[in-house]
Nanobody, 124 residues
Framework: QVQLVESGGGLVQAGGSLRLSCVAS????????MGWFRQAPGKERVPVAT????????IYANAVKGRFTISRDNAKSTVYLEMSILGPEDTAVYYC?????????????????WGRGTQVSVSS
């Protein structure tokens, strides 16, 4: 059974930073593309950043380019999202997701396993 468990969310002031982690189990992590998505209140879930199986290829949403960094540690079956210069517009539930193949992709349909999410709240 595949499990994705996110952690690291919380309340932070605008301009601050947070690091999200997602530990995966039950899948061949080193051969799986991973992604972070977010859903703000009243809005659809959207992609934030994705990373290919070996960490070499990453894709970012325009809204987070230059502020967020996605990375992975295959030895720990963990994917990270380093977030900096946070603003109120970054407030959302952040979800970790595992792709159906090894590549980075911003399409939610490419993801077959999802975590329960972690709340990130940014105060102005």
């Amino acid at each position: 059974q595949v499990q994705l468990v996110e952690s690291g969310g919380g309340l932070v002031q605008a301009g601050g930073s947070l690091r999200l982690s997602c530990v995966a189990s039950g899948l061949r992590f080193s051969n799986t593309g991973m992604g972070w998505f977010r859903q703000a209140p009243g809005k659809e879930r959207v992609p934030v950043a994705t990373v290919g199986f070996d960490g070499a290829n990453t894709i970012y949403a325009n809204a987070v380019k230059g502020r967020f960094t996605i990375s992975r540690d295959n030895a720990k079956s963990t994917v990270y999202l380093e977030m900096s210069i946070l603003g109120p517009e970054d407030t959302a539930v952040y979800y970790c997701a595992a792709a159906k193949d090894r590549w980075a992709s911003m399409g939610s349909r490419e993801y077959v396993h999802w975590g329960r999410g972690t709340q990130v709240s940014v105060s102005s």
